[in-house]
Structure formats: C-alpha cells, structure tokens
Nanobody, 124 residues
Framework: QVQLVESGGGLVQAGDSLSLSCAAS????????MGWFRQAPGKEREFVIG????????RSADSVKGRFTISRDNAKNTVYLQMNSLKPEDTAVYYC?????????????????WGQGTQVTVSS
C-alpha cells in the first residue's frame, strides 16, 4: 500500500510561482506512473501533468503547458509540481496520484493511490 502526502499549497498572487511536493511512503518512481490532478470548486477532478519514468512517458494538460513541470527526488521519494505564472483559474485542490502500470493515464480511475490534496489559491 503506497501512501502519498502532498504539501506546499497556499495563497499566492497571479503571476507568482509555487512548488508542491508529494512524498511517497516507498520508492515508487521506478515502477509507478505519477500524476498530478486538481479539483476546483464545483468541477470534476482533472488531470494536470504526469510522468512515467520507467517508460519515459509524459503528458500535461493544455492549460498548463509551458507553465507547470513535474520532477522527482529519488533520495527523498518525492515528486514535485513546479507551477509558474499562476493564474486565478489554477485555484484548486491539487492531488498527486500513483499507479503501477505501463504508460501514463489521464483519467482518475487509471490511478490506484491518491494523496489527501493540498489547496492552492491564486488571487487576481
């Protein structure tokens, strides 16, 4: 059972940057696809960005291309979401997710493990 814990959320202004962390309870990156999702009030949870280091597969939503990046620190069993040029429409609860599968899914039910989420609020 993989446990994921997100941190780093907060209140920022439009144009600012913010980095979120997702700490895993075990070494996951070599065997797992990792994804970041977000859910804004009144909306469904949506895929933001993800990477499968075992297959080299990466994807990101059009709304965050060129602004958000995903990275990892193996020594810390941690995946990061770097968010630049933040916009008010990026306001949401952000979740990290993991799946021990080949490839990279963008649907919620493709992933097996989820964190509890961290709130990101971008003011205009």
């Amino acid at each position: 059972q993989v446990q994921l814990v997100e941190s780093g959320g907060g209140l920022v202004q439009a144009g600012d940057s913010l980095s979120l962390s997702c700490a895993a309870s075990e070494r996951t990156f070599s065997d797992y696809a990792m994804g970041w999702f977000r859910q804004a009030p009144g909306k469904e949870r949506e895929f933001v960005i993800g990477f499968n280091w075992s297959s080299g597969t990466s994807r990101s939503a059009d709304s965050v291309k060129g602004r958000f990046t995903i990275s990892r620190d193996n020594a810390k069993n941690t995946v990061y979401l770097q968010m630049n040029s933040l916009k008010p429409e990026d306001t949401a609860v952000y979740y990290c997710a993991a799946a021990r599968k080949y490839g990279l899914g963008t649907q919620n039910d493709w992933y097996t493990y989820w964190g509890q989420g961290t709130q990101v609020t971008v003011s205009s």
